[in-house]
């Protein structure tokens, strides 16, 4: 998949937080917001 474009809308989608809890984009929508995916982050794998 390729990047967005600035100012382009994120696709749907929901992922489960550090907590266990699932957060979905919908959530947020209509706010400034900033998504970041950190895969593995802060892990010595």
Known sequence: MAALQP???AP?????SHS???LSL???RGR???VAFLPF???GG
């Open 7 to 9: 100012g382009t809308p």
């Open 20 to 22: 266990g809890q699932t």
């Open 32 to 34: 400034r917001t900033v």
């Open 12 to 16: 749907e989608f929901s992922l489960a």
């Open 26 to 28: 919908a959530g947020y």
């Open 41 to 43: 982050a802060f892990t």
